[in-house]
């Protein structure tokens, strides 16, 4: 079976409280972070018609800040299928009620798999890729799974080569004293 990822796309906009703001007056990182893995999870699950945990998450860089009184948006869709496992795709904005100036906040990618009722891996349809985007975030997708295996490999214990790192080390703000 396949589906095509309009078909789980999910956006959801929620106004920023007070009770959600750090001791700065921003709003709270982890509180944008539960959001996006509630919309990650129901865009998953949407897709899956199961229910579906969080394997794990590529990168999440806060680029904007958000303020209380701040509008904010999260858009989900599914970029890549695997057998089990879903990536989702998450874009965070928030909008400036009173101007309706809109800031990209961050965007990341949730690895999502599909759960039966006892808890195991279960098959999830692919994706109908049908236009050039779509092929671009499954192709971007790859490309991330490539370069997370290949990451893990280079400093895997039994790996780790100390004297190509030494150097670089050297000039950061750390102090060597290796025995």
């Known amino acids: ?35 996006m893995d509630q919309i990650a999870f129901a865009c998953a699950s949407k897709h899956s018609r199961n229910y579906c945990v969080t394997a794990s998450v590529n990168k999440v860089d806060f680029l904007n800040p958000i303020d ?9 869709s599914v970029n890549y299928t695997g057998r089990t496992s879903m990536v989702v795709g998450v874009r965070v904005e928030s909008e400036v009620v009173q101007t309706g100036k809109k800031k ?3 965007s ?3 690895t999502m798999v599909a759960k039966d009722d006892n808890g195991k891996n279960v098959p999830v349809p692919g994706l109908i ?7 671009r975030r499954f192709a971007r997708s790859l490309a991330r799974q490539e370069q997370s295996r290949k990451r893990s490999n280079r400093f895997k214990s039994s790996e780790f080569k100390i004297e190509e790192h030494l150097e670089s080390i050297k000039s950061q703000n750390a102090k060597l004293e290796l025995k």
Request: hydrophobic fraction near 35%.
């Open 68 to 76: 209380v009184g701040e509008l904010v948006t999260l858009k989900a």
């Open 104 to 106: 990209h906040c961050n």
């Open 108 to 110: 990341s990618y949730f």
């Open 1 to 35: 079976m396949f589906k095509h990822p309009k078909e789980s796309r999910i956006t959801i906009t929620q106004l920023m409280l007070p009770s959600h703001s750090n001791f700065s007056g921003k709003i709270h990182g982890g509180f944008i972070l539960n959001l």
């Open 129 to 135: 890729l049908d236009t050039e985007e779509s092929v």
